[in-house]
């Protein structure tokens, strides 16, 4: 089962910024927090991970809190092709690696 | 940045054949591959663990005669639906790593399966 609990769906203004929020508060010391995000009919994309610090590329930034229980995505001027659906996912901390969906977050970036 | 590619995109065939789908990274070595099934409107299935060399791991209730995965090279695995039934029609999509484990893992474009 997945460890994340995300909403169901958000919306957002173009041109603003798009906070997407999720919960893992049974995440364990040394498991990573991803972000993929998926388009219709296309394979997921790689967004941003992270440990507990906060993490910033030229996609999104990724803010932990401090128990990393929950932490939130931030696209911080959001155009009508980020609308997708937008996984957390805490990675296995086992050796293979493997990513555990759960039903992710549709964001609708409205004109 | 990293590259997976599946091939191919889109099949569509008659029940009771087999179709094998490839999934190459094209730019990194991937001991470790992963596939996956998607049906409409849900989220992403993980079906098994490719291990480069050695015999696939797989997910609760995936059969493995059923779905054959091939390992054979650092940057090729394949899944093969065998007698594939309109039941199989699915998006399947694979993914690999780069390397040490927490690097992202990066997926494949999907292949869409349509079993008539």
């Known amino acids: 089962d997945a460890k994340t609990t995300q909403p169901p769906s958000m919306d957002c203004a173009e041109g603003r910024a798009a906070n997407l929020p999720c919960n893992h508060s049974t995440i364990s010391g040394n498991e990573y927090v991803y972000w993929y995000r998926q388009i219709h009919s296309q394979g997921p994309q790689y967004i941003i991970h992270?440990?507990?610090n906060n993490e910033t590329n030229e996609m999104a930034s990724l803010i932990i809190t401090e128990d990393r229980k929950s932490s939130t995505l931030i696209l911080p001027h959001a155009t009508l092709r980020d609308t997708a659906v937008y996984y957390c996912i805490v990675r296995d901390s086992g050796n293979t690696g493997k990513l555990i969906f759960g039903q992710g977050t549709t964001l609708q970036v409205k004109p | 940045g990293a590259v997976v590619s599946q091939h191919p995109s889109r099949v569509i065939c008659k029940s009771g054949t087999s179709v094998k789908i490839e999934c190459r990274s094209l730019?990194?070595?991937?001991?470790?591959m992963f596939w996956y099934r998607q049906f409409p409107k849900q989220s992403l299935m993980l079906m098994a663990t490719s291990n480069e060399g050695s015999k696939a791991t797989y997910e609760q209730g995936v059969e493995k005669d059923k779905f054959l995965i091939n390992h054979a090279s650092l940057t090729l695995s394949t899944l093969t639906v065998t007698s594939a039934h309109p039941e199989d029609s699915s998006f399947y999509i694979c993914?690999?790593?780069?390397?040490?484990?927490?690097?992202?893992?990066?997926f494949g474009d999907g292949t869409r399966l349509s079993i008539l």
């Open positions: 993914s690999a790593t780069p390397g040490q484990n927490n690097q992202p893992q990066h």
């Open positions: 730019d990194f070595q991937a001991t470790t």
């Open positions: 992270g440990l507990k």
